[in-house]
């Protein structure tokens, strides 16, 4: 409920800088590393507020994203000559809205548990939601999945090109990041950090948590099925093995990283992420990225438990304590 | 109109002559039976004080009444309304407040905010997209109850660096948010310096005349000198019942609580 920091120097300089990035950047930049953490960043985004802000850890994230992303190849077109066809405006609207009522569900199952459970439960969805796509092919093509999803024209600018698939992320991830930060220090996003540090409490002055904790959920899905569009569309293709445990657990990666402290840790995060991910292999042989992804979680969490952000609050805001609130 | 006034509008004043009424009410942790077939009721403006030694169960019948800890068998009736099976929020919203024994507060946040939070839990505009602004209702009547408690001065301090006494009134600032029509007070005076009870007990009986309380006290001195009744729990059961004169010269009473946990 403090004074604003989306218009400090910080801020308007990195704006400046991300919108020039094309000026000096390759396809790959752009692309690989630059959308991509545009991308998981949204993607964690959510899993921030769910986390860090509602104490809420949901491994289910890349699982909405997943159904985001299968939705576009599903009712619109794909190579596999399966989809549906359905006007470009259509197909992303349904597949904003399923993964929403996914994410929701997941939600409601979710709520009735805390900590360590509520970890176990949304790990189990995304297991579940994973083993169905591979062995489903009604709907989801089974192991195959679909490719073929092409990023379409809109506005007369196409979004295969690297440069405009750079804004297109960009835009979503600056939207998505102001929305989020301004809605935490919202009565709403208040009242889900009272939630999180003392639930009965908030019970007791009245406020329902249930709802408040399912409405974080459906606000994380909406972040997970814009992200979920955007991947299929760089890729140009989804099947299980992008929704699988794994990716499941980098989105938590990614966010704990970069610290669930505030918002901007999940773009940290996710560039962090996102380096090791494309630059591990020059390093050591392909198998070992997870080695090298795992030493850098190892090594941040020991050192600065609340992530990068943590980190720099402490270097830079020396005496400043974090922003979360002990109250047990 | 406020919310709050539709609020009274939905339950009258009056309506009921009686701000609570328990019927049999039951309590059991495990094999453990905490309360057993408590029976009363409280008037509406009335002001009860409820006694007892440790462990009798005072405040296992706040979260039973609460609905924190529902009860295991009975029914409650809050201003002619049964309760019983309401989700917690519910009848916080229906103007149930209630302090607890142990402070629990945010402790990250400040005295405004908590207050904030106290306010905003019985408005509409839970969800509000919007930030707290400065002079909102919310943040004005926030302001207005750390006045109240004597914190005005303290309003944007972190709870955390607040002395106990002024947790303690805290808690009693966030029990006034809205339109509180009973209140349960869980030992509000417990850790407190004498001069800060004699403030406490001006406070309670400076209350508006139409807000019921119910006060749970260990120090005979506080309770008598703020109610008009007093109960007395022993062993998770109804021990007495009488006027503060009665209560005092009773000396089954003063076997099992002075023999009990006087603090
Ligand atoms: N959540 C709970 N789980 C298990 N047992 C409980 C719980 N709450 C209370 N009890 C038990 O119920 C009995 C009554 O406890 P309660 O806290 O109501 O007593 P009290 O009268 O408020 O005592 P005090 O004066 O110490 O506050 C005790 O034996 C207590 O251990
Ligand atoms: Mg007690």
Known sequence: MKRTDLISPAVIITALLLAAFPLLANAFWLVQIGAQTFIYGIIALGLILLAGYGGMVSLAQMSVAGLAGYSMAIFGLNSAGLGLGWPLPVVIITAIILATIFGTLIGVLSVRTEGIYTIMITLAVATGFFYFTRQNYAIFNGFTGFAGIKAPVIGGYDLRNPVWFYYLCLIFAAFSYLAITHLVRSTFGVALQGVRDNARRMEALGFHVKAHRITAYAIASVLAAIGGILTVWMNDRIDPSSIGVGPAIDILIIAVIGGLGHPVGAFIGALIFTLVDNFAIDLIDRERFNTVIGAVFLFIVLFSPDGVIGWWRRLFKPGSSSARASSQ | ?263
Do not use: C, W
């Open chain 2, 1 to 263: 109109m406020s919310h709050d006034t539709r609020q009274m509008d939905r339950h009258p004043i009056g309506g009921s002559s009686f701000a609570l009424e328990l019927a049999d009410v039951g309590r059991k942790f495990g094999s453990l039976v905490a309360l057993e077939d408590i029976s009363f009721s409280v008037r509406a403006g009335e002001r009860r004080a409820v006694l007892g030694a440790n462990g009798a169960g005072k405040t296992t019948l706040f979260n039973a009444i609460t609905g924190d800890f529902p009860p295991t068998s009975g029914r409650i009736v809050f201003f002619g309304e049964d309760i019983t099976h309401l989700a917690v929020h519910n009848r916080i919203r229906r103007g149930l407040r209630r302090t607890y024994q142990k402070s629990l507060l945010f402790g990250g946040l400040s005295v405004l905010d908590n207050l904030y939070l106290a306010v905003r839990g019985v408005m509409d505009g839970r969800f509000s997209p919007q930030r707290p602004r400065p002079d909102d209702i919310a943040s004005t009547r926030a302001r207005d109850l750390a006045r109240f408690v004597h914190l005005g001065e303290r309003a944007d301090m972190p709870v955390g660096d607040l002395s106990h006494g002024q947790q303690r009134q805290l808690e009693i600032g966030m029990a006034m948010a809205g339109a509180p029509r009973l209140i349960l007070l869980d030992e509000p005076a417990a850790g407190l310096s004498p001069a800060e009870r004699t403030q406490l007990v001006e406070m309670l009986n400076g209350l508006p005349g139409h807000i019921t309380f119910v006060i749970i006290e260990h120090d005979l001195d506080v309770a008598l000198k703020v109610s008009d009744k007093v109960t007395v729990m022993n062993n998770g059961q109804l021990f007495r019942e009488g006027t503060p004169d009665e209560i005092r010269n009773d000396q089954d009473v003063q076997a099992i609580y002075l023999g009990g946990g006087t603090r």
